[in-house]
Nanobody, 124 residues
Framework: QVQLVESGGGLVQAGGSLRLSCAAS????????MAWFRQAPGKEREFVAA????????EYRDSVKGRFTISRDFAKSTIYLQMNGLKPEDTALYYC?????????????????WGQGTQVTVSS
């Protein structure tokens, strides 16, 4: 089982930027398609972005398209979420997830490894 550890969250003003990182260890972490999900207080956890095993495919939820970019560094077994133009509605606990499949996926049940989350708070 792959272990995932997120970092990079914090408090930022609206319009600012943050870069989240998710370091994978254990198992063949480089074979996972990876994703970011988030959960705001009182809301369901939702899909944010995903990247395929090769890194050639990426998908985003509509509300973050053009502002967020998911990427991966195989040498470091790490994925990133670059978040620009942050809005107060982006405030949430952000989770990294992985699945032992090459293709990316959109639904939580399709991922079998999860990190503990990193908090992102955007002030207005």
């Amino acid at each position: 089982q792959v272990q995932l550890v997120e970092s990079g969250g914090g408090l930022v003003q609206a319009g600012g930027s943050l870069r989240l990182s998710c370091a994978a260890s254990g198992g063949t972490s480089s074979t996972y398609a990876m994703a970011w999900f988030r959960q705001a207080p009182g809301k369901e956890r939702e899909f944010v972005a995903a990247i395929s095993w090769t890194g050639s495919s990426a998908e985003y939820r509509d509300s973050v398209k053009g502002r967020f970019t998911i990427s991966r560094d195989f040498a470091k077994s790490t994925i990133y979420l670059q978040m620009n133009g942050l809005k107060p509605e982006d405030t949430a606990l952000y989770y990294c997830a992985g699945r032992r499949r090459m293709r990316l996926a959109y639904y939580q049940h399709e991922y079998d490894s999860w990190g503990q989350g990193t908090q992102v708070t955007v002030s207005s």
